[in-house]
């Protein structure tokens, strides 16, 4: 390809293809397996949504957000709001509004409700957040996340507080949470390319140098935080709609913690990363999982004390860390399989 | 004159600006007079150099004209408008464009991406930025490294993605903030050719910042000469090399 032109559709669009692909295969194998199998694959690809929303603000922004777990207990208690039978909610959830109360909404609308619910807050926050720089604003997200929490919590006839939203439908499997990571993919990558996408990155690397480009980085910040937003609230209506069963806690540090390692562990810098989190994080923490239940050796049943995966996985983020700050992925997307080897080894030397 | 370089898409305008002024600027940081009462005036079709000592002001001067810097009194000018409270960005819409001191190019992006990016933030479609960039690195140069991390780019290279960045969609001013800084003569030579050939290529007037005095000499218009966040002579090239204080001040330097 000669210097310069624009590489054709096929090839831009050859990473999101390939990423599709692999989480494509790993539902349709997942699906072959027991039920345990099932329900994990589910679990993974609701995360997978949540990494690529998360990765879509902090990936091309380059300002970390503790703050995004409060955007799926929002997405989540929306949609549960929308689905859960109305004579439970007279009864338990007197504070909300008529049309919540005493309707019942499928599943669709119920997703697309937590979704933009999510956004509108992202867009209030957002908007008094996005213009500070560095750790500022990252403390901000964590203030965010903790008053969500705090909120959620304790609104009682609003999230019925200590004691549970219960009777949410549970019609969530592998293939529809597989439907909404393929979605979440398109989002991100588009975005990522996208005139808005290069804007962002462009702030990202060099604040200064952006600003003199006649890039307004606080509206392009915005952009992104919404649109990321928006995708993490729909991975919260998902994911109570795979629980069947709504606490406020299930939406606090621990699972700050999994989806930040996740991407951390990837590479924060591509969507191949964030996918690649992902799955390599799932793999670790399900066999160590496993390693507390028990492992029967014999006579005997060897089992890794309680706490194991947590302790693991801050020992694998560690090592990255040491060995491969970029992440597993070095911030790059699946290359382009097709360029001939002699070519490809010129490529880096121009 | 090169038509790649001016086509712009439909709807998208020339900045249309006649001067730049800086009228009785005074920076002061934590008690630092940084500037103290600067005024000078560039005009559109003239190359204007800005030269001093090392921390004379004249980086801090380019960041007031440019938006980065508040100046505590006085007031930034483009064509008659009072610009204060515009953002850096605002300054770029409305055709004033910079380059840095430490080049500060987005080091992980293509060397056309670096420039695309500028011509997004001015309007453009994905497309026609794209196609901008490559005329804006052909001018320069650079047309084969597009496809490049610009982070792998020598020195030499950076400075010249700086300026085709800051050339996008020809702005009404360009500040070049010590361009060929750390060049080799020739390589100096060669960069000057570009940048002298500025006004007339893009109805463009240049503010240059550079220390080598036979370059000031050679490509300036006209001259403005700071010390210690003070003016201490403007004029003609020939007038400022036999300026007793100028001589001073750079004798000063160097003793
Ligand atoms: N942000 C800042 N805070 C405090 N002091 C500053 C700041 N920026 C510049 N200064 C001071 O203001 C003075 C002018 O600095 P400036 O960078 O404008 O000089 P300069 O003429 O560009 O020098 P050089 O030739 O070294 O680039 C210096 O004394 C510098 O230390
Ligand atoms: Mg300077």
């Known amino acids: 390809m000669k210097s310069g032109t624009r590489p054709s559709l096929v090839r831009r669009f050859w990473p999101l293809v390939a990423l599709c692909l692999v989480v494509t295969a790993i539902v349709a194998l997942g699906s072959l397996g027991n039920d345990e199998l099932q329900v994990t694959i589910t679990e993974m690809m609701i995360r997978l949504v949540v990494v690529v929303g998360i990765y879509l603000f902090i990936g091309n922004s380059g300002i970390l957000s503790f703050g995004h777990i409060g955007f799926m207990c929002i997405g989540a208690y929306a949609a549960a709001w929308a689905t859960v039978d109305p004579t439970w909610k007279q009864m338990m959830l007197t504070g909300l509004p008529d049309f919540l109360q005493n309707n019942q909404y499928g599943f669709l609308p119920a997703v697309a409700g937590g979704g933009l619910l999510a956004a509108f807050v992202a867009l ?13 604003g990252s403390i901000a997200t964590f203030a965010f996340l903790a008053i969500v929490q705090s909120v959620y919590s304790n609104w009682e006839s609003v999230t019925a507080a200590t004691s549970s939203i219960i009777g949410v439908p549970t019609v969530v499997g592998p293939w529809v949470a597989w439907l909404f990571a393929i979605g979440a993919l398109v989002l991100a990558y588009v975005f990522q390319i996208s005139r808005f996408g290069l804007m962002l990155r462009a702030s990202r690397d060099d604040e200064v140098a952006a600003k003199s480009s006649a890039v307004g980085i606080v509206k392009v910040r915005l952009i992104a935080f919404v649109v990321s937003a928006f995708i993490v609230g729909v991975a919260g209506a998902l994911y109570a709609h795979f629980l069947g069963i709504l606490t406020a806690d299930t939406f606090y540090l621990s699972l700050t913690f999994v989806t930040l390692a996740m991407l951390v562990v990837g590479g924060v810098g591509s969507l191949t990363g964030a996918v690649t ?6 793999v670790v923490v399900e066999v160590l999982r496993h390693m507390e239940a028990g492992v029967a050796v ?8 309680q706490g194991s995966q947590e302790i693991g996985l801050g020992i694998i983020m560690a090592l990255v860390m040491i060995f491969r700050p970029s992440g597993l992925a070095r911030g790059r997307e699946v290359p382009w399989p097709f360029t001939p080897a002699a070519r490809r080894a010129k490529v880096p030397a121009v | 004159m090169n038509d790649a370089l001016h086509d712009l898409p439909p709807g998208i305008a020339q900045a249309q600006a006649a001067e730049l002024v800086a009228e009785s600027i005074v920076v002061q940081f934590q008690g630092l ?9 560039v005009e559109r079709h003239e190359i204007f150099g800005l030269i001093g000592p090392n921390g004379a002001g004249k980086t801090t001067l380019v960041n007031c004209l440019t938006g980065f810097q508040r100046p505590s009194t006085g007031r930034v000018l483009l064509a008659g408008e009072d610009t204060t409270g515009w953002r850096p960005d605002k300054f770029r819409k409305q055709g004033i464009a910079r380059t ?10 293509t060397v056309a ?19 901008h960039a490559m005329a804006m690195l052909a001018w320069v140069g650079l047309a084969d490294k597009a496809d490049a991390v610009a982070g792998t780019l020598p020195y030499t290279d950076e400075r010249r993605v700086g300026i085709a960045r800051a050339m996008v969609m020809s702005p009404a001013f360009v500040l ?15 960069l000057m050719h570009t940048i002298v050939a500025i006004p007339k290529e893009f109805t463009c007037g240049v503010l240059l910042i550079e220390h080598n005095m036979g370059v000031i000499m050679g490509v300036c218009d006209r001259i403005h000469v700071l010390d210690g966040g003070r003016t201490i002579a403007q004029g003609l090239p020939a007038e400022i090399r036999s300026d007793a204080n100028v001589i001073s001040a750079y004798l000063g330097m160097e003793g």
């Open chain 1, 124 to 136: 209030l926050l957002g908007s008094a957040i996005m213009r500070l720089s560095g750790i500022a």
């Open chain 2, 113 to 131: 991406e670096n420039v695309e990016v500028t011509a997004l933030g001015l309007g453009m479609s994905r497309r026609a930025a794209h196609e």
């Open chain 1, 298 to 305: 014999g006579a005997t049943n060897l089992h890794l004390p």
């Open chain 2, 100 to 109: 840095f001191q430490a080049g500060r190019l987005f080091r992980d992006m």
């Open chain 1, 277 to 282: 989190g992902v799955i390599v994080v799932t």
């Open chain 2, 176 to 190: 070049l903030d010590e361009p060929a800084a750390g060049m080799s003569d020739a390589e100096c030579d060669d």
């Open chain 2, 33 to 41: 007079m940084a500037i103290s009462d600067v005024s000078l005036k």
